[in-house]
């Protein structure tokens, strides 16, 4: 039996050990490395099965801080599983990252490369167990900042540094309010724990305008790293800049991230009644957005980031509905579907751009591949059978079950909206003929093997989903 | 445990053929072979030791809604059916490495062949309507395969077609009647059901329909008058896919259904009607189309739709004993006629037509014996099998309902007529065919099933064997004559035929109208085309002047400017956006403190 | 003799001011200082809370105080990283002008 907290000082070792040989030891192949990560991280992702139970008993200040329940372990996981998923897409993204680079090595900058998500990784999964401000507001800012550094990862790429300039001002202003609205909070309750927050303010004789406003502004700094409209603004400009892995995984690892954080947040908050009329009215906009200014897209991975406001969207319908297993089951959805779309764009758009023309032809340039994007882009879109399907189901019938009819017909309206979206690039893959240059793409087995799994993964939790539910309510 | 393996050791066999040995020819249909006999052992364990019980696994749980889960019934119906299916499918999986010796495409058939085992066990033991749902659809989606194995050939392909499409209608039916169920009692399980039937029992209307939507299902995939025009279609596929799908599981499927949801079924005397005269005129049609039947294998599909009705009948007649008794039988008797003819068949070339074989009695001995057998079973002639069954419910019929015993009694005489034709015209008289002159027996693996079914519709009707596996009907007492009156109208029958056709090279009655099977194929080909045609020009009509011109086009206009418009939003500046971001923020405030 | 509010006041100020820096400047580097002005805002009034609310035992509630020296650590760090990109990208683009880089829109 392992003690939770083990499992990030376990990821922060190995990326250090990770960025220490790279330091120290010139002349082997960088790719080790990344070997390397998958492996630790494999092996901390077993070991959160034998994690032992937090004895309630135990006093010690530092469960002030961290917990380690069910939902923490479930989202730790989650953290483990995309970062796993990020590096192997960082195998195929790897010869681009040192072009443009005059006189580098093929290698030059690999190490860093494989060791900065797990740092990430680690923040991630501290989010997941953060219980307290202080916590929540450090761990955040230990994603945010390695967030800086990978999506300018490429300096050579002015587009790179273009999207790595904006996230970091934008996400600084948004860390802005998030310290001053954790201030207001501070200030009216005398507290930074949440559970002694929540009790100071189910209690009578309080500011609660002033705990109010402290509130409003750490949710609009979580909507900033979920996503929501209108704190969306900063997403399609950073995603397309982005490496392709780096975006990929700064729509689900900081996603996920951000949703736990802002589930655990709301929860003292939502005996305020105006904070449930808000995230309505925030849920609805970003389904709109996200939807419609998906539709003229021509950009697949532009088109890829307003659909993950789309998806966010979904979710705060969930957590409107106050539905924590919608939340969680629709994020493991979104996950496999994400990381299988983005792999995908990955390995087609390394020749040919991320313009949608690339994918013209591709069911016969790269059967396989056409097929893996054909199930992300159905189980994105929420055709039956697949687990984004299930998600979605979820999610519904929480908003039913807690009376958001009004919600749930934006809900459905807005899904039509993104069947349309996702099958154009169907229809490119299928239907439109193939560029001239036809050549064969080359699929490395290790990919070849994460697309497959996350395939199988789509349907087979789009078919039998009780697994998430059993580890939620462990 | 052991439902578990009776179920998945089929899957998994057709997954290895299909995923690995589909190069080893051989080793596929050993494969599959052996899945088939696991699965029959465990059924014959299951079935000898009562105390193993249903066992259920959650799947989807959606609280107070929906509980579907992956659950097995193990009762003393599921378990005769275990043992049928699993042992009539471990013969024809004997049979078939013979008859398909030099197929190509060998492990795709074995393949499909271990997939439908596993579609129509899950099927038997199946807990709850959604899983059975799912099953049926499996085994239409593998008789699709296997009707269509010869895709090459047009006609193979239009009958897969034609099976597929006509048992979607009849599925159509069955899942508005689930979800009928489903609305009503807020189960889909069927024991969870049973205590809850009052809901729907209460309303008579509700009841009829929901019972008649269910029946649909049954309508479909048994075969019966309206949709049974894919059956005689479907033997287009090997021989013994004939005998194994459209003879002894699969048809048998909607019966086995409609008895395992009897409680629902005989609480509505108005849909028992129906059923019983859909029955029953699927009985004496076929009967009539069989007489003027060429093609071997079509005169046993026939045969199958008539039997097919008897049980639909007693169904209908609320004796659920009664059906299954019929189906127990028949599995056995109809696997042999089919397993017969399959072999007469390889000996032949696969030449179908019974006036060009003849004589077959002794170059085939064998198969002439069983088949012999089989037939004197489906005739109904004492002591074998068929006569038991087909005596139950001609007593069931007498005592509940005159007029359909009548046709019923007529449909008996026209089978022991059609049969005696097929069984003279092939088997007797000289060879009228070159390659009937020189057919030769078929190998060992064919005949030993053979002989084990010809000694089950020997011994498969009495009732120191058949009291095993069911409840016996206990009509009998009631009308001591009936199966003296059954017994004259068989032999009427019989002996009619043979007198006819005696030394007959071609025969001597041609009555167009039973030729052309009452011109159904050609009504609904007029009936489609007629409402095609209309709803096409009407559909068309609105599609395009009302759907595309005003909607899709207004619609999706409005909503694609909409979103460019959205885009725009996003003007690239860095300054831009944090002013949007300072928007939001003021918004919200004002949203939350200010309102 | 100030009082919370003074305090209160002043860090407003100061939020607003650095709010409007990121609004109003030009120059990312100039951007990036009112950035920082606006975590100090922060720390301001965490510190005034920290020290106008006195808990049963007639100390200030150190929670805050310690909250904001993690505050100054990470805006160092988000300094350091935050001035690389400035500088990668003012030789990438001979520019710090936030005009003058919106290549990626729409």
Not at chain 2, 65 to 78: A, E, Q, T, Y
Not at chain 2, 129 to 154: K, Q, T
Request: charged share 10%.
């Amino acid at each position: 039996m392992i003690s939770a907290p083990y499992l990030e000082v376990a990821v922060l070792v190995l990326g250090t050990v990770i960025l220490l040989i790279e330091s120290f030891f010139s002349k082997f192949d960088r790719r080790y490395l990344g070997y390397a990560a998958l492996v630790g991280l494999a092996l901390i992702f077993l070991a959160t099965f034998f994690i032992a139970p937090q004895s309630t008993m135990s006093s010690a200040p530092f469960w002030n801080f961290y917990s380690a329940d069910a939902t923490s372990l479930f989202f730790k996981r989650i953290a483990l599983a995309t970062t796993a998923g990020v590096i192997v897409m960082m195998f195929d993204f790897a010869a681009l990252v040192s072009s443009g680079v005059q006189g580098a090595t093929p290698q030059s900058g690999l190490g860093e490369f494989f060791a900065l998500p797990l740092f990430t990784c680690a923040g991630l999964m501290w989010m997941a167990s953060a219980i307290d401000f202080v916590l929540i507001f450090v761990s955040l800012e230990l994603v945010t900042i390695s967030f800086y550094v990978l999506v300018g990862f490429t300096r050579r790429n002015p587009a790179s540094l273009e999207a790595a300039v904006k996230y970091l001002v934008l996400s600084a202003v948004a860390t802005g309010f998030l310290v001053y609205g954790i201030t207001w909070i501070f200030g009216a309750t005398g507290e930074t724990n949440l559970q002694k927050i929540a009790t100071v303010l189910s209690g009578t004789g309080l500011e609660q305008n002033a705990a109010l406003f402290g509130g409003v502004l750490v949710i609009i700094a979580l909507g900033f790293k979920i996503a929501a409209v209108p704190f969306h603004i900063w997403v399609a400009d950073v995603y397309q800049g982005a490496p392709t892995p780096v975006t990929a995984y700064l729509s689900v690892g900081s996603k996920a991230a951000g949703f736990i954080v802002l589930l655990r947040v709301l929860d003292p908050f939502l005996i305020l009644p105006q904070m449930q009329t808000l995230l309505v009215a925030i849920a609805v906009l970003t389904l709109i957005y996200g939807n419609l200014a998906a539709l003229p897209q021509t950009n697949v991975k532009r088109l890829l980031a307003y659909s993950s406001i789309a998806h966010a969207g979904y979710l705060l319908v969930a957590v409107v509905s106050f539905s924590g297993r919608a939340v969680a089951f629709y994020l493991v959805a979104y996950l496999l579907m994400t990381l299988l779309s983005f792999a995908v764009l990955i390995l087609v758009s390394q020749p040919a751009g991320d313009q949608l023309e690339s994918f013209a032809g591709l069911s016969q340039r790269s059967p396989f591949l056409a097929f893996a994007m054909l199930v992300a882009m159905a189980s994105l879109a929420g055709v039956p059978f697949t687990a984004g399907f299930l998600g979605k189901f979820l999610v519904f019938d929480a908003a039913i079950a807690t009376h958001h009819f009004g919600l749930v017909v934006v809900a459905i309206v807005t899904v039509g909206a993104g069947f349309y979206y996702y099958f154009k690039v169907v229809r490119a893959i299928y239907w439109d003929a193939p560029p001239a240059s036809t050549d064969k793409i080359i699929v490395s087995p290790l990919t070849r093997v994460a697309l497959i799994a996350l395939i199988a993964g789509t349907f087979v939790l789009g078919v039998y989903p009780q697994p998430i539910f059993d580890a939620l309510a462990r | 445990m052991l439902p578990w393996l009776i179920l998945l050791a089929p899957l998994v066999s057709a997954a290895l053929i299909a995923l690995i040995t589909g190069r080893a020819r051989r080793l596929s249909a050993s494969i599959s072979v052996v899945a088939v006999l696991v699965s029959f052992i465990c059924s014959c364990i299951v079935f000898a030791k009562s105390e193993i019980a249903g066992t259920e696994i959650p799947w989807i749980e959606f609280q107070g809604i929906l509980r579907v889960p992956i659950g097995f019934v193990l009762d003393s119906l599921s378990r005769t059916m275990l043992v049928l299916v699993s042992g009539v499918g471990a013969l024809i999986h004997i049979y078939s490495p013979g008859y398909m010796r030099d197929d190509p495409g060998k492990s795709r058939y074995f393949a499909a062949l271990s997939l439908f085992m596993f579609s129509m066990l899950g099927i038997v033991l199946a807990n709850n309507f959604v899983m059975m749902f799912i099953f049926w659809e499996l085994v239409g989606l593998c008789s699709y395969l296997l009707i269509g194995h010869w895709f090459e050939r047009d006609s193979a392909a239009d009958a897969a077609n034609k099976a597929f499409i006509t048992n979607r209608i009849g599925d159509f039916g069955f899942m508005l009647g689930i979800l009928m169920v489903w609305a009503a009692t807020g189960s889909v399980i069927f024991d969870d059901i049973i205590p809850q039937t009052w809901r729907i029992t209460s309303n008579p209307t509700f009841l009829t329909i929901c019972v008649l939507l269910i029946f649909c299902g049954a309508v479909g995939k048994s075969a019966q008058f309206p949709l049974h025009v894919w059956l005689p279609d479907a033997m287009e596929g090997p021989t013994p896919i004939s005998a194994l799908i459209h003879a002894a599981t699969m048809v048998a499927a909607g019966v086995y259904m409609l008895v395992r949801v009897g409680f629902l079924v005989q609480a509505s005397p108005v849909a028992l009607g129906v059923i019983a005269w859909i029955g029953t005129v699927t009985a004496v049609m076929a009967a009539l189309i069989a007489t003027q039947q060429d093609d071997i294998k079509r005169i046993l599909a026939y045969s199958t739709l008539s039997q097919l009705g008897y049980m639909i009948m007693a169904v209908g007649l609320a004796s659920d004993e009664a059906a299954m008794f019929h189906l127990f039988t028949h599995a056995f008797f109809k696997a042999l006629l089919f397993l017969g003819a399959g072999s007469v068949l390889v000996a032949l070339h696969h030449e179908q037509n019974i006036w060009k074989m003849g004589g077959q009695g002794r170059n085939l001995f064998l198969t002439f014996v069983t088949f012999g057998i089989g037939m004197l079973a489906l005739i109904g002639c004492p002591p074998f099998a068929g006569f038991f069954s087909k005596d139950a419910i001609l007593s069931l019929a007498y005592n509940r309902n005159p007029a359909i015993f009548g046709v019923a009694l007529f449909t008996a005489f026209l089978t022991a007529f059609y049969m005696m034709r097929l069984f003279v015209v092939v088997f007797f008289g000289k060879p009228r065919s070159p390659a009937a002159k020189t057919s030769r027996e078929s190998p060992t693996s064919m005949l030993v099933p053979l002989a084990v079914l010809a000694l089950l519709s020997l011994f498969g009707g009495f009732h120191f064997f058949a009291s095993h596996f069911l409840t016996l009907p206990h009509e009998r007492e009631a009308a001591a004559f009936i199966p003296g009156i059954a017994l004259v109208a068989m032999l009427l029958g019989a002996a009619g035929a043979i007198i006819l056709y005696r030394r007959r090279i071609e025969d001597p009655l041609s009555i167009n109208l039973l030729r052309h099977k009452f011109y159904f194929d050609e009504l609904y080909r007029v009936l489609i085309n007629a409402t095609q045609g209309f709803l096409a020009r009407v559909s068309g009509f609105i599609d395009r002047w009302i759907i595309d011109a005003t909607i899709v086009r207004g619609s999706s206009g409005a909503t694609w400017s909409f979103g460019a418009l959205l885009r725009l939003m996003q003007v690239g500046n860095l300054q831009a956006y944090a002013f949007i971001f300072g928007l939001g923020i003021i918004w919200i405030i004002y949203f939350v403190l200010f309102r | 003799m100030t009082t919370l509010g003074d305090y209160l006041t002043v860090s407003g100020i100061l939020f607003a001011v650095g709010f409007s820096g990121v609004l109003l400047r030009r120059n990312v580097i100039i951007i990036f200082m009112a950035l920082e002005l606006m975590l100090n805002a922060a720390n301001l009034s965490l510190v005034a809370f920290s020290r106008f609310r006195l808990g049963e035992d007639g100390l200030p509630s150190y929670n805050a105080q310690v909250l904001v020296f993690f505050i100054i650590t990470v805006a160092a760090a988000e300094v350091a990283v935050g001035l690389a990109i400035i500088v990668a990208l003012y030789r990438a683009r001979r520019t710090t002008h936030v005009e003058d880089i919106n290549s990626l829109k729409f």
